[in-house]
């Protein structure tokens, strides 16, 4: 199939997360991205590991990242190396970049220089907290970031310290807010055949990723939220019966709902149930009393009640129960990438679905410098 991307030339010089997964996505819709590296040991992504595990001398959290790709070598200090990757910008339809504010000013390849070289280039950049401002200078990092967001005190209960998320949820939602504006300059580009100037941050996407309970913090008197006292809870702001329960036998989660059916469906009664103004008000007491009744049904029997009444619960898997279940494998969410040395790493796919097909591709995460003779062939010997 023709994706729709194909044609484009992507620069990264990103590294780490939120830039080089933004890249990921434009390369499953079609793109070729090609990675500017630094010969030898390559962007430092290549040495940050999960759980230590490492495929043919890279971590595999560089290769889950960077399928797909290409990658170019160059020593962006030496006069010489600094020219070619000139004439590739020339040929770029995209540039991305996640250095520390003043790192590509030095270099020559800011938006301003770049465009003197290609004047239809998208010029992407990813920062910590802006390229100006008294945060400017501290390290974009995505625990940092959900600290320094209040992110972290919105999970747990009230017992616990702050709580981060077990991913890298900031870089995450980071890239998906860079692919979104690069593919938006695209098309302002199609209509005035200009170059355009896109920029996110860490801290701006950490603030989007909350923007429904900041407007209630910004709209109930700055009141600091309270999460609840019993564990399993959603959320600080919200009502019961939102969590995760124990059951005889494992866990379940309960979205929002009609409480009141609940409580009947569990032989509860109350007026606590009854009136959806109290659901909030008395939270704890309502979340205590629905997790000692529901400590006494099988989760399977309790899924079956609940979903058989409109209301909305899940059964709690973990991974392994997750990967061996119907619905995971109805989503054809994973794929095979074939290795360097032949061997193959199982991962997920791309998430889109474009024209009733699924992107799949098996390209594995390039070596440093691998692709440097195909690109000065295809595009530096004219």
């Known amino acids: 199939m023709n994706k729709p991307l194909e044609g484009l030339i992507v620069l990264e010089f990103s590294q780490f997360m939120a830039g080089p997964t933004a890249g990921l996505r434009l390369a499953d819709l079609g793109a070729r991205v090609i990675k500017i590296e630094r010969p030898g040991t390559g ?18 959290v560089f290769h889950t990242i960077n399928r797909n ?12 190396d600094l020219a070619v990757i000139k004439k590739l910008v020339k040929k ?5 970049h996640n250095f520390r504010p003043g790192i590509m000013e030095k270099l020559g390849l800011d938006y301003e220089n770049v465009q003197q070289i290609n004047d239809r280039i998208i010029y992407a950049l990813v920062t910590g907290y802006g390229k100006e401002g008294p945060w400017a200078k501290k390290p974009g990092q995505d625990l940092l ?9 919105l999970s747990g209960s009230e017992g616990d310290g702050p709580v981060p998320f077990g991913l890298a949820v900031i870089d995450m939602y980071c890239a998906t807010h860079l692919t979104q504006g690069i593919l938006a300059a695209l098309l302002k580009r199609a209509k005035t055949n200009r170059s355009v100037l896109v920029e996110v ?19 109930d008197g700055n009141k600091l939220p309270q999460r609840s006292k019993v564990r399993g809870a959603g959320h600080a702001y919200l009502s019961a019966p939102y969590g995760v329960y ?4 494992s866990y379940i989660a309960l979205a929002m709902g009609d409480v009141n059916k609940m409580a009947q469906l569990l032989g509860l009664e109350g007026t606590h149930y009854q009136e959806p103004s109290k659901w909030f008000a008395s939270r704890d ?3 205590d009393e629905l997790g000692r009744s529901i400590g006494q049904w099988d989760t399977q029997e309790l899924e079956k009640l609940f979903e058989g009444n409109g209301l909305w619960c899940a059964a709690v898997s973990n991974y392994e129960q997750f990967f061996a279940s119907e619905g995971l494998e109805k989503s054809s969410m994973l794929q095979d990438v074939m290795l360097q040395d032949g061997g193959s790493l199982q991962t997920t796919r791309s998430v889109f679905h474009i024209d009733g097909h699924y992107l799949f591709s098996d390209k ?9 003779q195909i690109i000065v062939n295809d595009y530096l010997n004219d």
């Open 43 to 60: 962007e430092s992504g290549r040495q940050i590991a999960i759980k230590n595990i490492f495929v043919d001398d890279s971590s595999l």
């Open 69 to 80: 790709k290409e990658s170019f070598a160059a020593d962006l200090k030496n006069p010489e």
């Open 92 to 96: 770029a339809d995209v540039i991305t």
């Open 145 to 153: 970031v959900q600290s320094i967001s209040g992110l972290t005190w």
């Open 201 to 219: 941050s860490l801290l701006e996407s950490a603030l989007d990723m909350q923007f429904e309970v900041l407007t209630t913090y910004l709209n």
């Open 246 to 249: 124990k059951t005889k036998n």
């Open 285 to 287: 007491q309502i979340l």
């Open 364 to 372: 594995p995460a390039p070596r440093v410098g691998q692709h440097n």
